[in-house]
């Protein structure tokens, strides 16, 4: 048998199949080409963030200890710097930052918070040396639930707002407001009132001021009126005395009567008058005879003898101070029950 000659299409056949299916694909779509290679992406440019300058202030928070008296500590705060320390945009923040209160360690340590953490810091205006600070209503109707509400809570609280705002060299006093007013109820409280223990004061001094030789006074002329009682108390900054005051039939009074007050030139002495007086019914006020209280400054009060006798009267205290030092004083009267309270600060 003749064997056949391989033909010309039998070994393109056979190259086509040793040279495989990239070939194919070569011949069908083309030649074959490297993957272009990917340009390296382009960083995005960092655009620099300002970063607010900031400045030290020191707030004041509370330490209640297992034994002895509480007080208050100072601790630094980092707040935003303003355009001058007289900055009321600086004040805001420091007193935000005492709202805030405590750190996670400072409060392991043993701080809290002086007041309401809810309460808001609403707006802080400055009219040459006095500052009105205005908070919203959670510093009062709050109180019960996230502060300490004794006389001593309450104190503390007013005093950390004071010496939080005297480290404000531009500043002597302060207004306290909630939501823009001073007085009035809010939510069935009265503002005040303050917390219902010392009372809400007309301003927090922060200066030495008024000097030795001023006199202060408050209330209207009014008649027929009684001292019901005096009491006092201090804390870490000032000694407060308040006369309570009610209509000499018992009831509750209206108005404050004129009570006026001065200081001796020697800062020693503080004489306080209250006018319209017909009975005074604190049975330890005898005229003439000292009443010890060696409270903080104070030693004594005295009610003067010789007072001129009538259906309405001049009644005159004399509050003896601690003669090692040298005090200034502020007088204020609150009302619902009326009482005048008189704060003597040591220089």
Known sequence: MR?????GIAIVATLLLSIGPAF??????????????????????????????????????????AQG????????????????????????????????G???????????????????????????????????????????AE?????????????????????FPTLTRVKLLVE?????????????????????????VLASQPGP????????PADGMAIKSVRWSSDFSKFRLVID????????????????CSLSASARVLSIEVNGIRAVRDPRLVPGKPLTISSGPAVSITRQAGERTGDDQLVSLDLALDPSRSYTYKLFSLVDPVRAVIDVFPN
């Open 245 to 260: 005051i009610e209509n000499a039939d018992g009831t509750r009074a209206s108005q404050c009567p004129v009570v006026r």
């Open 24 to 65: 194919w694909v070569a011949g069908c779509l083309g030649r074959a080409t490297e993957p272009s290679p990917q340009k390296p992406a382009v960083p995005p440019v960092q655009t620099p963030v300002a970063t607010q300058e900031s400045t030290s202030v020191t707030i004041y928070l509370v330490r209640w200890p």
């Open 102 to 144: 405590p750190t996670p360690e400072e409060r392991a340590a043993g701080l809290s918070a002086p007041l309401p953490r809810s309460t808001k810091v609403l707006s802080v205006k400055v009219d040459g040396t006095t500052a009105s600070v205005d908070f919203s209503r959670e510093i009062i109707t709050r109180a019960s």
């Open 147 to 167: 502060a300490a509400v004794s006389g001593t809570g309450e104190a503390l609280a007013l005093e950390s707002i004071r010496r939080t705002m005297a480290g």
């Open 69 to 100: 008296e509480p007080r208050l500590e100072p601790v630094k705060r980092d707040v935003p710097k303003g355009r001058s320390d007289a900055d009321p945009s600086v004040m805001k923040s420091c007193l935000e930052a005492l709202v805030a």
């Open 3 to 7: 064997r056949l000659r391989p033909t």
């Open 180 to 204: 823009g007013r001073s007085r009035g109820e809010l939510d069935g409280r009265l503002i005040e009132d303050f917390w219902g223990h010392v009372g809400l004061p007309e301003y927090l």
């Open 213 to 220: 030789e001023a006199v202060q006074s408050v209330g209207k």
